[in-house]
Every structure is written in C-alpha cells, then in structure tokens.
C-alpha cells in the first residue's frame, strides 16, 4: 500500500506477482521476473497479473476504497504500440477507468530507444493512464532522460532508501532526484519505509509519498479493505495508523 508522507492518507496500491513452486515455495518478484523474461514470458505474465488485479478490483471491494493500483511492466511491453489497445479493453471489460492506473516501468532492461518509448508513454497518458519510473537508485540507469518523459511519478528503490540513513551520497542523490522530478511535475514516492526514521528521512529529503513495511506488509486482495479500514479509523481518531495497524 501507498501513503502520502505528510498527511499519512492512503493513496495507491500495488499488484505483486508471487508464484507458488511445488520445491522451492512462494517465489517472490527478484527470482520470478529474470526467469520469465529469460523464457520470453513477460507478455504472458503480464495478462495474467492484470487479469487477477482486475478481478481483484471487482470481487474484493477494492473499487470502494478509491486508490489507484500500481502494475509492473517492463520496457518491451510497455513500448509494444498495442498495449494502449490492449489495457483499453480490459479496463472495458472490468469497468474500470485508466486514471485508476498507474503502470509502473521496471528496471529490468535498459532503455535505449528513449524516443520509442516517449511516444509509448505520450500515447498511454492520453488515454488517462498514469505511468511511473520504477527502482530508481544509483545502481540502476541516470534517469535524467526518463526525468523528460510525461511520467507522472518516480519511485525510489528499497536499497537506496535504506542507504541514505548512512551514507551521505546516497542523501545527495535522492534530494537531486527528488528536485528533477518535482520539476518535471512528478510525485516522488519512497520503497522501503520499515520505521518512523525512515520515514522522516525521506520526507525531509523531499519524497511525497512511501510504500513498505512500515504501512503495510503484502496483503492478498481481501485483506487490503480490513487495512484501509484501520488505517482511515487511525487517522481519523488523530493516531498514528503505523503503530495502530
């Protein structure tokens, strides 16, 4: 789940793809992704993921709750011209408005073509999607030409988050991220908030809104009702929801 940093008010959420192995067990995004990518899955994970979240907004009054739900794409499906097409029918079929949605470009490839995929995000926002830059760390690729792009909001990777609580580099990283894409009129979103230090951390470094443990752990699609409930009641009876949830 995503909460705003100052106000603590819910404001999205994120659809995680977990696969239950018959050896090795629930099998979480980091070693599912690579491997799906490797067979040329990615398409056909990507129908699945957005297919359950989907059913997921309609049969657990996920509708009610007015966030957005957040999807991972990668670069080859997020730039492929048919996907506007695509996610158009499907959010026909659920009844569910693009603005609703927040498609989210993973870090798994890099881009080469940041034309190609201009055009790709230009024409998904005009049909009222929203997109994110996904995992951005100094690990990953400069964003600065991303940081052009009409994406309308950049989420900060865990490593880094938990970085900057040492090392003054990564500090100064985030705050130039932060100013870029604020610019840019984007929202900046923090992984990776686990305690109230990390939280101020962040939101002193200019990070608008976080997502982690210290808001809520994965949830399956019935639970995320129960926590909206608690964390709204928290705020509401002048609390600190993280403490109270």
Aim: overall charge negative; aromatic content about 4%.
């Amino acid at each position: 789940q995503m909460v705003s940093l100052s106000d603590r008010r819910p404001g999205g959420m994120e659809a995680l793809a977990l696969m239950e192995h018959q050896v090795c067990g629930r099998l979480a995004p980091e070693p599912l992704l690579p491997a799906m990518e490797a067979e040329g899955l990615l398409w056909e994970l990507t129908q699945a993921v957005v297919d359950c979240a989907f059913a997921d907004w309609n049969g657990d009054r996920l509708r009610e709750l007015g966030m957005g739900v957040g999807l991972n794409l990668p670069l080859e499906i997020l730039a492929q011209p048919g996907l506007a097409s695509w996610l158009d029918a499907r959010c026909a079929e659920a009844h569910l408005s693009p603005s609703h949605i927040v498609l989210e470009l993973t870090e798994t490839q890099p881009v080469l073509d940041v034309p190609r995929l201009g055009a790709a995000v230009m024409a998904l926002r005009a049909r009222g999607y929203r997109l994110a830059i996904d995992d951005v760390g100094p690990g990953q690729r400069d964003p600065t030409a991303l940081l052009r792009l009409p994406f309308t909001s950049v989420k900060l990777d865990m490593t880094l988050v938990r970085e900057a609580a040492d090392s003054a580099g990564a500090r100064s990283y985030l705050r130039r991220i932060a100013v870029g894409a604020h610019d840019a009129g984007m929202i900046v979103v923090a992984e990776g908030i686990e305690d109230a230090e990390i939280w101020a951390r962040m939101r002193a470094l200019g990070a608008d809104a976080g997502q982690g443990y210290a808001i809520a752990r994965p949830l399956p699609a019935v639970a995320v009702p129960l926590w909206h409930r608690a964390w709204t009641a928290a705020l509401r009876a002048g609390q600190d929801p993280s403490r109270v949830t």
